[in-house]
């Protein structure tokens, strides 16, 4: 349909809303009546032509087969569709029957709407439609609503028809119901502000996406494929794909079997696509309701294609039971198989592939992954017939910044991009101009990804910038401000078909302007992330105020020294909390939240113990006693260390007679902590001095990387002893995280400045020793991880202007303000500037 009667179309739907429903339901409510009329005029009108031939089979079923059950599958074959209604009713007929008798009407819509398939019915239960007519029932407009969509004047039919006057009303295809739903569900969501992206993608998104996914296999396109969206919302993804695949793609002499496939959590959205399934004569047994996350669905299926919008930024909170059980992931769909950095599996064989709570966009993706038809399962065949079976599966995914770069290395998210391109999946990536979407201005990505790369692209992933190739909207929709051109979706394909890089082009004024892209090896995106040690070097003496914050615990100062403050000692008596621990209990409490501090149940537990305050006063007790006799200032924590411990063994019997001696040692290590402090001009921290057999030692030097020479780079400093080593404590307020790319020496071999080094252990030598002489490698923290940065590849330095250029447009704007000032004032600029 054109144009112009899509919107008399849209805008006729919209009055209804306005003319009877306005004191009926807040505004926010007509989309509950609305959309599930629509969606049942249009059944309605498809199974009028028909309605003769299925009453007909229903009264052959019933008196000449004298059938207890109807049987489906000749009363889909009467009515032409997947769908069917075997009531006498349609809804004109119900309307001109009607009366004023408000039990009558209603039961001829029960009756009517009883009437239908089963399909049918479970979307009428999710649009809760029954309770809509009863609603409108008791409020005396549901026959007004009835009127207005059985209207003369309004063509939901797949047919041209005229209206009274005599005027062409135009056939509404299913591609223009399409569109009619979804531009309904836009200007619903804009009235009620919901989250951008819930329920559909501009259509000029999904022609990108669909030319990225189909054209670089167009001769090779089966007879017969699957199609899948994990959030397919109202459909309009897979609609869309069909109809490409039909128009851009035709078998000549026959038509492509093409079954779609999809899972929808809104119950309303999921009526509205599972309706328009069913209307464009889909299989609506594929599209399923509920929780993609939490219920792998087609957990059995293996598609050829996946497109799909996920939602970005939406919690999944509420479906981590069903994926993790505690820190484990226990869904296969998000374990990911991953070795380390030293080439070893995880004892559980994967590691987890599941993202933070609070952004659910790439277990999306990864349900995709694992729906991916492998072409190493298959034979190995060139036939024709083996084609398909060879070709794998190819995914286009919209996804906003944070997938790109969210997550450290070894976190979920960096897992999920390092098991996607380390197994050669990610083909290219686009970035979208920003505002391109409906209700979000956010720069957004279309991820391409293919597990049966050509030849050409294997082991390269190509970055294409789009984000400056668009058109202006004369009137915004929503937050939508732009859109791209079909010349703008061709140049963007045209660049990935060509696997090239393009450089951006300056325009007159110097702005960047234009596409760009470039291809890059998988491992350009990887990196290791390695702790950088510094030796811990501590001073000690055992001070007044360094030993009272030991009667505290850390995470319970504040309360603690509130208590303390106000019953003194009594807070050490047995029986001080157990006695009065509810009025106590309720104390902290209310002082707690007037100064603004949390407390869990089990930090209020543990605030209530008395074991709690019993070893704080112990470790004060023992302080001072080790205090009595070690009085001085140590510039050497390991002499400092002998002391008191050999000190310890002879008061620790009397101090700490009621703590078992197993746990004593404990209490010593935390008093001398407390009572330390680091001091760069102090001597470091021996850790432990170790001797190695020289086996010992080969292995040693084996699992690092390096010869006995670089020992030191790696912690491990040479005594005068042969194969003896001193390590020294680190400091964890001076530890360093260093990012080293995959790719460092291969960098480092083009300036020709590389050795025989690991890529870690060069980069330490380049970047941190000349700065850092006593850092050593912490290289059992070492994780891999990957991230693609758009700004660091296609950032563009655009020149400084000239220094006399500023300064004559300062003067101009100089010059223009003080005449605008001077109109304000009514001064004449001359006079004054002469006086």
Known sequence: MDHSAHNKLISFIWSIADDCLRDVYVRGKYRDVILPMVVLRRLDTLLEPTKAEVLAEVKFQIEEMEATELDDAPLIDAAGYVFYNTSKWTLTSIKETATNNRQIILANIEEYLNGFSANVKEIIECFNLKSQFQHMAGKDVLLDVL?????????????????????????????????????????????????????????????????????????????????????????????????????????????????????????????????????????????????????????????DFCLSNPP??????????HIKEGSDVIDSRFQVVLKDYWGNLPKEGFVDATPRSSDGQLLFLMEMVSKMKSPQLQGTSSSAANKQLLRGSRIASVHNGSSLFTGDAGSGESNIRRYIIENDMLDVIVQLPNNLFYNTGITTYIWLLNNNKPATRQGKVQLIDASLLFRKLRKNLGNKNCE?????????????????????????????????????????FGYYKVNIERPDR?????????????????????????????????????????????????????????????????????????????????????????????????????????????????ISDDVLATIKSGKRKAFCTTVMNAVSWYDESA??????????????????????????????????????????????????????AESVPLTYLE?????????????????????????????????????IGYEISFNKYFYQHKPLRAMDEVATDIISLEQKAEGLIADILGVDIAKVHGA
């Open 147 to 303: 009127e207005k969509f059985v209207s003369p004047y309004i063509n939901l039919t797949p047919d041209e028809v005229e209206d009274p006057e005599g005027n062409k009303l135009p056939a509404l295809s299913n591609l223009g119901m399409g569109y009619v739903f979804e531009e309904l569900i836009r200007k619903f969501n804009e009235d009620n502000n919901e989250e951008a992206g819930e329920h559909f993608t501009p259509r000029e998104v999904i022609e990108l996406m669909t030319h990225l996914v189909f054209d670089p296999i167009k001769s090779d396109l089966p007879l017969t494929l699957t199609c899948y969206d994990p959030a397919c919302g109202s459909g309009g993804m897979l609609t869309e794909t069909q109809n490409f695949i039909n128009e851009k793609y035709p078998v000549e002499n026959t038509t492509r079997d093409i079954n779609l496939y999809g899972k929808e959590i809104n119950d309303e959205t999921y009526a509205i696509c599972k309706s328009d399934m069913m209307i464009k004569g889909n299989d609506p047994k594929n599209i399923k309701v509920g929780s993609t996350l939490s219920t792998d669905e087609f957990a059995g299926e293996r598609f």
């Open 312 to 321: 970005y930024g939406k919690s999944w909170a509420s479906e981590q039971k």
């Open 484 to 524: 791209f051109s079909p010349e703008h979706i061709s140049q963007i394909t045209q660049s990935y078909l060509d696997a090239a890089s393009i450089d951006r082009k300056l325009n007159d004024q110097g702005d960047v302007t234009g596409i760009a892209a470039k291809v890059f090896n998988n491992d350009d």
């Open 538 to 650: 501590r001073k000690a003496q055992f001070k007044a105020e360094l030993i009272e914050p030991l009667r505290f615990d850390k995470t319970l100062r504040e309360p603690m020294e509130h208590l303390r403050a106000e019953y003194g000692d009594d807070v050490y008596k047995a029986d001080f909390f157990s006695a009065n621990e509810k009025a106590k209990e309720k104390e902290i409490i209310a002082w707690c939240e007037d100064n603004d501090i949390s407390l869990n149940a089990k930090a209020k537990a543990k605030l209530l113990s008395n074991d709690t305050w019993e070893n704080g006063r112990l470790l004060v007790a023992l302080a001072n006693k080790l205090g009595e006799t070690i009085t001085q200032e140590y510039s050497d924590f390991n002499i400092f260390k002998k002391d008191v411990e050999a000190q310890f063994k002879t």
């Open 683 to 736: 001597e470091k921290v021996i850790k432990k001095v170790v001797k190695f057999k020289q086996d010992k030692l080969d292995e040693l030097l084996h699992h690092l990387g390096c010869e006995q020479a670089d020992l030191a780079d790696f912690g491990y400093y040479s005594t005068s002893n042969n194969n003896e080593f001193t390590t020294y404590e680190p400091n964890s307020d001076l530890r360093d």
């Open 747 to 783: 960098d480092k071999a083009d300036t020709g400045d590389s050795q025989n080094n690991s890529e870690i252990h060069q980069y330490f030598l380049d970047e941190v020793q000349p700065h850092v002489s006593e850092a050593w490698i912490n290289l059992d923290s070492t994780k």
